[in-house]
């Protein structure tokens, strides 16, 4: 999660936009455009179809795509009300993560946390567990 305080810096680059329950936001396996930081309200983070957790106010997806090699979303997420966000394109990624290293710090550490969560989950179904450690968030 972004802090509060550092929310504000997020969104010095950011536009804030309002969407509906059940949008998709960003779908697995398509081309990374954007970051996004949830303000209010919920989504679902989906791999492979199967839930694997809640998002909330301060929670923020996308940066895979922006920060890896593979330039992809590794998860779908779907709003599961009507979410307020923080959106940003990657050239205002990029300047933000640089001109703010304390969360580009949170980012960078969520990510790579984020990564060897979906190494793992990989291990998983490659044995057929998946289902087990997808249920947890």
């Known amino acids: 999660r972004i802090p509060r305080r550092q929310r504000r810096h997020v969104a010095s680059w ?3 936009v309002q969407v509906p329950a059940g949008k998709t936001l960003t779908k697995e396996g ?24 809640g998002l909330g106010a301060g929670d923020f997806f996308g940066d895979a795509g922006m920060l890896g090699s593979a330039r992809t979303h590794a998860e779908t997420v779907v709003t599961t009300s ?18 703010f290293p304390a969360v580009a710090e949170r980012i960078r550490r969520q ?3 984020r990564a060897a969560r979906r190494a793992a989950l990989d291990q998983l179904s490659k044995r057929g567990g ?8």
Not at 30 to 53: H, K, N, P, T
Not at 130 to 137: D, E, F, G, I, T
């Open 82 to 99: 009507s979410t307020r966000l923080l959106v940003m394109g990657r050239r205002e990624f990029a300047a933000m993560m640089w001109r």
């Open 14 to 16: 950011a536009d804030e």
């Open 111 to 113: 990510a790579a946390t």
């Open 130 to 137: 998946v289902h087990a450690a997808a249920s947890r968030p």
């Open 30 to 53: 398509e081309y990374a455009r954007e970051f996004f930081v949830i303000i209010a309200g919920d989504a679902e983070l989906q791999r492979s179809g199967q839930r694997l957790a």
